[in-house]
T-cell receptor, first 114, second 114 residues
Framework: NAGVTQTPKFQVLKTGQSMTLQCAQD?????MYWYRQDPGMGLRLIYY???????DKGEVPNGYNVSRLNKREFSLRLESAAPSQTSVYFC?????????????FGSGTRLTVV | AQSVSQHNHHVILSEAASLELGCNYS??????LFWYVQYPGQHLQLLLK??????LVKGIKGFEAEFIKSKFSFNLRKPSVQWSDTAEYFC????????????FGGGTRLMVKP
């Protein structure tokens, strides 16, 4: 089925470890996003990529880096994980060139940093 | 800065009760408005959206929302909830000049008792 695929679904890290969250979409969307979801705070934008080759900071970029590898893939990297980065991470994509339907979300990655 | 406020963080209803979830935003220009739903353990799914035209929009599963420009509001309603409506609901706003960026509210967690 077409959509947004995120891996892994669950991850436990020790403080200071690094990891990369993977995201891929097969809908030929131009724009991709990384959000984190925390209780009572809704979804906050970490980074986004308006189109292939471009990335920009969102609301909470500190401690993260991103790579728009190609049109399909947009990865999020934690270089040195901290307990404050314990969260659920969602990747999303959208196609602003057509009638705008909002975002299509992946199923999320639940990350715990101990 | 633009903000999206959902004043009800937790709502508990009995089946067949009527539902209204509030959403207010602070931006004064052209906006597109969305409601997303997140069922337990799942990713966000689009419930309904408003771009222009009739301010009363109907979405899936019997939900509707009314855009009241003068009140900067986009409240979600359902006449009679079911146990299966138990989920978290997010309001989101896209400013007319903000590209594809969505700003989300903090979410409202709805529990429907059978």
């Amino acid at each position: 089925n077409a959509g947004v695929t995120q891996t892994p679904k669950f991850q436990v890290l020790k403080t200071g470890q690094s990891m990369t969250l993977q995201c891929a979409q097969d809908m030929n969307h131009n724009s991709m996003y990384w959000y984190r979801q925390d209780p009572g705070m809704g979804l906050r934008l970490i980074y986004y990529s308006a189109s292939e080759g471009t990335t920009d900071k969102g609301e909470v970029p500190n401690g993260y880096n991103v790579s728009r590898l190609n049109k399909r893939e947009f990865s999020l990297r934690l270089e040195s994980a901290a307990p404050s980065q314990t969260s659920v991470y969602f990747c999303a994509s959208s196609d602003p060139m057509n009638s705008w339907h909002g975002y299509t979300f992946g199923s999320g990655t639940r990350l715990t940093v101990v | 800065a633009q903000s999206v406020s959902q004043h009800n963080h937790h709502v508990i209803l009995s089946e067949a009760a009527s539902l209204e979830l509030g959403c207010n935003y602070s931006y004064g220009g052209t906006v597109n408005l969305f409601w997303y739903v997140q069922y337990p353990g799942q990713h966000l799914q689009l419930l309904l959206k408003y771009f222009s035209g009739d301010p009363l929009v109907k979405g899936i599963k019997g939900f509707e929302a009314e855009f009241i420009k003068s009140k900067f509001s986009f409240n979600l309603r359902k006449p009679s909830v079911q146990w299966s409506d138990t989920a978290e609901y997010f309001c989101a706003v896209r400013r007319g000049n903000a590209g594809n960026m969505l700003t989300f509210g903090g979410g409202t967690r709805l529990m429907v008792k059978p």
